[in-house]
Nanobody, 124 residues
Framework: QVQLVESGGGLVQAGGSLRLSCAASGLTFSSYAMGWFRQASGKEREFVAAISWSGSNTYYADSVKGRFTISRDNAKNTVSLQIHSLEPEDTAVYYC?????????????????WGQGTQVTVSS
């Protein structure tokens, strides 16, 4: 059974930082590209960042470029999202997702497995 478990969310002031983590189990982690998505209240889920199977290729949404960094540790079956300079607009539930295959995609429908999400709230 595949499980993706996010952690690291919380309440933070604008300008602060957070590190989100996602622990994967039940799959051959290095065979999956990984992505982070977020969904704000009343809005559709949106792509945030993605990373290829090896970690050598990453891609970011324009809204987070320069502030968010995605990374993975295939030995530990984890993917992380380091977030700096948080803005109130970053408030959302953040989800990690796994896509079978070595290359990432930015469409949510292309991902096979999802975590339950972790809430990030940024106060102004």
């Amino acid at each position: 059974q595949v499980q993706l478990v996010e952690s690291g969310g919380g309440l933070v002031q604008a300008g602060g930082s957070l590190r989100l983590s996602c622990a994967a189990s039940g799959l051959t982690f290095s065979s999956y590209a990984m992505g982070w998505f977020r969904q704000a209240s009343g809005k559709e889920r949106e792509f945030v960042a993605a990373i290829s199977w090896s970690g050598s290729n990453t891609y970011y949404a324009d809204s987070v470029k320069g502030r968010f960094t995605i990374s993975r540790d295939n030995a530990k079956n984890t993917v992380s999202l380091q977030i700096h300079s948080l803005e109130p607009e970053d408030t959302a539930v953040y989800y990690c997702a796994a896509r079978r295959g070595v290359y990432y995609r930015i469409q949510a429908d292309d991902y096979n497995y999802w975590g339950q999400g972790t809430q990030v709230t940024v106060s102004s």
